[in-house]
C-alpha cells in the first residue's frame, strides 16, 4: 500500500511557469499541503486559498466567499489519492492576485520507514513576487525590471529590493523551509 505521492505542481497564466516536484506523505491534510506549497514556491502564506478537488473546494472559512459550501481542509487527507481517480485538481493562492496552480498527481509510492516529508524533488523557475498584481502584473514587473531605461524601472528595482533572476528558484532556501515543514511532521512508518 503506498503512502506517499510525488505531486508536480505548476503556476498557470505566465511564460515561464513555476513548477515544483514535491514528495509528500499521503496522511498530510490538504492544509499541510497549502503549508508544503507555500513553502515549495517560498509564498508568505498572507492571503486567502482554496484547493478545488472534482466538484468540491476545499479553504479556510471565511465571510461571504460567494461559495455554496466549502469544506474544511482539515479534514480532507491526502490518503484520498488511493481511493479515487483524481490524477489532478486546483490549488488557488492570493484571491486579489489569483496564482492558480495545477497540482498533478506523479505517482503514488512507498516510501522507507524513518523518512520524512515533504522533500524538495526538482523544480523550475522561480515564483512571482507577492502583491504583485496576478500573471499581468508580473509581466510588467518583468518589463520594468529587464530593461534600465523602463521609466518604472528604478521603482521597480526598490521595491523589490534585488535583483529577479527567474531561473534561479533559490533551491537552497526552498530545501531548508521545506525540511522544516518535514521537521514537524512525524517520519514515515
Known amino acids: ?20 516536484l514535491i514528495d509528500v ?3 498530510m491534510n490538504l492544509t499541510g499541503l497549502h503549508r508544503t506549497i507555500q513553502a515549495a514556491f517560498l509564498w508568505h502564506d498572507s492571503h ?8 468540491k473546494c476545499y479553504g479556510p472559512m471565511w465571510v461571504d466567499s460567494g461559495r455554496d459550501a466549502v ?3 482539515d479534514n480532507k487527507r491526502l490518503t484520498f489519492l488511493t481511493r479515487s481517480p483524481v490524477n489532478a485538481f486546483s490549488y488557488v493562492y492570493d484571491f486579489g492576485d489569483w ?7 506523479l505517482e503514488l509510492m512507498d516510501v522507507a520507514s524513518g523518512d520524512r516529508l515533504p522533500k524538495f524533488v526538482e523544480g523550475a523557475y522561480r515564483t512571482p513576487p507577492e502583491n504583485i498584481g ?17 521609466p518604472e524601472h528604478a521603482e521597480m528595482m526598490e521595491w523589490y529590493g534585488k535583483n529577479f533572476d527567474t531561473d534561479d528558484i533559490e533551491e537552497d532556501i526552498l530545501k531548508i523551509v521545506l525540511r522544516r515543514e518535514a521537521s514537524m511532521r512525524p517520519p514515515m512508518t
Open 1 to 20: 500500500m503506498p503512502n506517499a505521492a510525488r505531486l508536480k505542481i505548476s503556476l498557470s497564466g505566465i511564460d515561464t511557469s513555476p513548477w515544483r
Open 99 to 105: 496564482w492558480e496552480h495545477q497540482v498533478e498527481v
Open 48 to 55: 486567502l486559498w482554496e484547493f478545488q478537488i472534482g466538484q
Open 71 to 73: 469544506f474544511n481542509p
Open 134 to 150: 496576478g500573471p499581468l502584473g508580473f509581466a510588467h514587473f518583468l518589463a520594468c525590471i529587464r530593461d534600465p531605461k523602463h
Open 25 to 27: 506523505p499521503l496522511s
